[in-house]
């Protein structure tokens, strides 16, 4: 079946420790995307790639990192600088250009102890 | 910064009602989007509404665009308990691929 595949589903981290989100997709989707999701807030852009080996910050960049290194893949890893990294990590690509539906994974839930 | 909000912010409706859910935004858009979150999963794309469109229909969905008022509007007809879940508006700002999204509508549709 062809889909977004995110994981792990729930991730607990310490604090000080760097987390890796992983993303695949075999949708063949050029475009893929990073967005946090808190309570009451809605999603926020972290990070977004349009081809392989670019990508751009989005709003809230701060404290992550992402590589792009092949087209089906678009990890995001979750540094120790990010001040408040607890939050639910959804992942998304689209295929029709930067205007199309966005097909999301079903999400990571990070929660830092 | 949010770009649409969404009114109201959650909404009660017994089963067979309509619910409408309104979206607002600030600068010019290229397309908005709507989609749907069924608590603690993915987001599934809804509907697409163009900028130069003023009304679009998906089954039980009925979407509405206003570029001078900058507002939307998603009404669901008839609606069923699996209509139950979070709803979002998202706008297409035309500034290389960014989608901009609401702080969404929660709907629960009592049986």
Known sequence: ?113 | SQQGEEDPQALSIQEGENATMNCSYKTSINNLQWYRQNSGRGLVHLILIRSNEREKHSGRLRVTLDTSKKSSSLLITASRAADTASYFCATDLNQGGKLIFGQGTELSVKP
Request: aromatic share 12%; hydrophobic share 30%.
């Open chain 1, 1 to 113: 079946d062809g889909g977004i595949t995110q994981s792990p589903k729930y991730l607990f981290r310490k604090e000080g420790q760097n987390v890796t989100l992983s993303c695949e997709q075999n949708l063949n989707h050029d475009a893929m995307y990073w967005y946090r999701q808190d309570p009451g807030q809605g999603l926020r852009l972290i990070y977004y790639s349009q081809i392989v080996n670019d990508f751009q910050k989005g709003d809230i960049a701060e404290g992550y990192s992402v590589s792009r290194e092949k087209k089906e893949s678009f990890p995001l890893t979750v540094t120790s600088a990010q001040k408040n990294p607890t939050a639910f990590y959804l992942c998304a690509s689209t295929a029709t250009g930067p205007t199309g539906e966005l097909f999301f994974g079903e999400g990571s839930r990070l929660t830092v102890l």
